[in-house]
């Protein structure tokens, strides 16, 4: 049995269509977030929500990273974070200890800083705020 060449372009263009239509669902279904190192120091072994980054260059960014999930402080980036520099591993500012307003977002694109503070213990630590804004303490 001999197919036609116009039912072969057709099943083709079908084909291409489902796959187009299957990787747009899976990049509409994921949380893509990429991150610029605004502490002015090179990053090294960058942890941010259980993901490993690695080595991430003062004032460079990463690509765009999928996450299943991100959790926010109402509309504030609260993951958690952790990095090396000059040998040294920071962590997190818990700066929120309410958790109130906490909430995870699955679906969206968002660049953040990764930024630097010293804590009330005198300890430095890391934490993310939207790309080119400020903290409310800032």
């Known amino acids: 049995m001999k197919i ?3 039912k072969k372009i057709k ?3 079908f084909i291409i269509t489902c796959v187009i239509g299957f990787t747009i669902y899976l ?3 994921n949380l893509h977030v990429k991150f610029y190192n605004k502490t002015g ?3 090294d072994s960058l942890v941010i929500a259980e993901t490993f980054i690695g080595h991430l260059k003062k004032d460079n960014s990463t690509e765009i990273i999928d996450f299943k ?3 926010f402080d109402g509309t504030l980036p609260y993951e958690q974070i952790s990095a090396t520099i000059k040998g040294k ?3 997190k500012l818990h ?3 309410c958790g109130t307003n906490g909430n995870k977002k699955s679906k969206g694109s968002f660049i953040f800083d990764i930024k630097k503070q010293i804590d009330e213990k005198g300890n430095i630590c890391l934490y993310l705020v939207e790309h080119n804004q400020k903290m ?3």
């Open 41 to 43: 120091e090179n990053l």
């Open 11 to 13: 099943a083709l263009i």
């Open 69 to 71: 999930d991100f959790y």
């Open 89 to 91: 591993k920071l962590n």
């Open 4 to 6: 036609s060449k116009q």
């Open 95 to 97: 700066w929120s200890w």
């Open 27 to 29: 990049n509409l279904k």
């Open 136 to 138: 409310f303490w800032e």
